[in-house]
Each structure stands twice: as structure tokens, then as C-alpha cells.
């Protein structure tokens, strides 16, 4: 199956629903996929931002960050995985308690 751009956004004879029940899996899954790594890239993107701008103050005369904003760094990326992982646990316990109030 052939899923380049070329082929999927400019091919007017592209019928999906010719496609097999493996191929429209293939095809979900392709999409679900693209999705999750645009997410990630984009929290990736998000948290590069909020840390540069919060830790990042002067100039960078060495290629390289001071000490302190090193520091801030990788405190600022701790947070975010923190808040992350506390976000998914309390999503898992609401999931978890819906499931089980449903049996």
C-alpha cells in the first residue's frame, strides 16, 4: 500500500472504500501513529519554549549554558515529567474506577 503524500493527497481515483479491511487497518493505525508523534513533538516543542524562556536569561557567549541556567534546565524538564506522570496516574485512577463502577 502506498501512503506518500503524492499518492494519498493528490490522487482523485484514491477510494477508500475499495480498500481491503487490512489495508483500512493498516491505514488507521498509519494515521493514529502520525498523531501520536505530532503530539509528542509538539509537547517536545512546548516545553523547549516555557524552559528556554524561563531558564535562558543572557546571552550564550560558549555554546554552552552557565551553570544556573543548566540547572533551572533541567529542573524546568523535571517539573514538566512530574506533572505529566501526575496527570496520567489521577487519568488511570478516573479510568479505573469507571471501569469498576460499570461490573
Known sequence: MDLSPSTTLQSPQLDISKLSDKDK???QQFV????????IQQSVHALTDICWRKCVTGRI???KLDRGEETCTANCVDRFMDANMTVLKHL???RGSA???AM
Open 61 to 63: 557567549g560558549s555554546n
Open 92 to 94: 488511570e485512577e478516573l
Open 99 to 101: 471501569g469498576g463502577g
Open 25 to 27: 487497518a493498516e491505514l
Open 32 to 39: 493514529v501513529n502520525e498523531s501520536q508523534k505530532s503530539r
